[in-house]
């Protein structure tokens, strides 16, 4: 079945870029999204990337995916404490509404 | 527009018994998604609805079901409640079927005793 890695940590200091980064193996998925967890809380969407793309940026977050490696990065620039969360990388196969979804990699901001 | 809203926010269950949590989804949306997340499994599949008919399920037991409504307004439900289903319950929604993104609502931290 499709299975979604991430690294399990990530600690930046505030100010710094963040790159949070996201394997996938179903090579037929259309989209491909990030989510934001914070704690007690459901998952928020951040940004999404058409397979057919390579990059989307939007304000302080930059998306790439290398679709030959299957590999998706999340950058966020100019870390804030606020931006502390669990990053959650997800796939979707084309022609289903299911998601999988990978573990989530946890952000650490320090001031 | 309000977002994705799920009911209860917290339940405490004793092991046998059973629950039924609900979601309501964006004004608009016809698709709803259910997902269970764990500290040890992650975020999980559990089945989505659209028009009231179930399109897609996940891995669970038959204690696992669901349903939607004519306005959207989805439920699901747990019976024979057992330990290992303490966790968060989180309900997704969208605008169609596919493809298209999900919104998610708050959740239902179940805990079973």
């Known amino acids: 079945g499709e299975d979604v890695e991430q690294s399990l940590f990530l600690s930046v200091r505030e100010g710094d870029s963040s790159v949070i980064n996201c394997t996938y193996t179903d090579s037929s998925s259309t989209y491909l999204y990030w989510y934001k967890q914070e704690p007690g809380a459901g998952l928020q969407l951040l940004t999404y990337?058409?397979?057919?793309?390579d990059m989307k940026q939007d304000q302080r977050l930059t998306v790439l995916l290398n679709k030959k490696d299957k590999h998706l990065s999340l950058r966020i620039a100019d870390t804030q404490t606020g931006d502390s969360a669990i990053y959650f990388c997800?796939?979707?196969?084309?022609?289903?509404?299911?998601?999988?979804f990978g573990s989530g990699t946890k952000l650490n901001v320090k001031p | 527009k309000a977002g994705v809203t799920q009911t209860p926010r917290y339940l405490i269950k004793t092991r046998g018994q059973q629950v039924t949590l609900s979601c309501s989804p964006i004004s608009g949306h016809r698709s709803v998604s259910w997902y269970q997340q764990t500290p040890g499994q992650g975020l999980q599949f559990l089945f989505e609805?659209?028009?009231?008919?179930?399109?897609n399920k996940g891995n669970f037991p038959g204690r696992f079901s669901g349903r939607q409504f004519s306005n959207s307004r989805s439920e699901m439900n747990v019976s024979t409640l057992e330990l290992g289903d303490s966790a968060l319950y989180l309900c997704?929604?969208?605008?169609?079927?596919?493809?298209?993104?999900?919104?998610f609502g708050p959740g239902t931290r179940l805990t079973v005793l």
């Open positions: 997704a929604s969208s605008l169609v079927l596919a493809p298209d993104t999900q919104y």
């Open positions: 997800a796939e979707r196969p084309d022609n289903f509404n299911k998601f999988y």
């Open positions: 990337i058409f397979s057919n793309m």
């Open positions: 609805y659209f028009s009231e008919t179930q399109r």
